[in-house]
């Protein structure tokens, strides 16, 4: 079982940066692909970016490409989000997730995911 927990949200104007947090319980942390998901009002859960297990490997939505960079700190159970150039339509409630498969890759599917946080609200003014 893991918890995560996701921080760093905020107002922010275009053009800005944020960096996100999510932190997860547990000792098998570092054994779970992690990812970032966003979800706009009325829309679906879309992918951000995902990370294997090893961090050696990592994957992002086209829309974010070049902005955003994902990381994690298996020693400090916690997976980040830089944000960077952010714009308008970053704006978002983004979660952060956890998968149990066990290959060394990324996920990319709300369906390969087990575990998620509560969300933590973007919001990005013009």
């Known amino acids: 079982q893991v918890q995560l927990v996701e921080s760093g949200g905020g107002l922010v104007q275009a053009g800005g940066s944020l960096r996100l947090s999510c932190a997860a319980s547990g000792r098998t942390f570092r054994t779970y692909a992690m990812g970032w998901f966003r979800q706009a009002p009325g829309k679906e859960r879309i992918f951000v970016a995902a990370?294997?297990?090893?961090?050696?490997?990592?994957y992002y939505g086209d829309s974010v490409k070049g902005r955003l960079t994902i990381s994690r700190d298996n020693a400090k159970n916690t997976v980040f989000l830089q944000m960077n150039s952010l714009a308008p339509e970053d704006t978002a409630v983004y979660y952060c997730a956890a998968s149990e498969y066990s290959s060394d890759t990324y996920y990319t599917h709300v369906s390969d995911y087990r575990y998620w946080g509560q969300g933590t609200q973007v919001t990005v003014s013009s």
């Open positions: 990370i294997s297990w090893s961090g050696g490997s990592t």
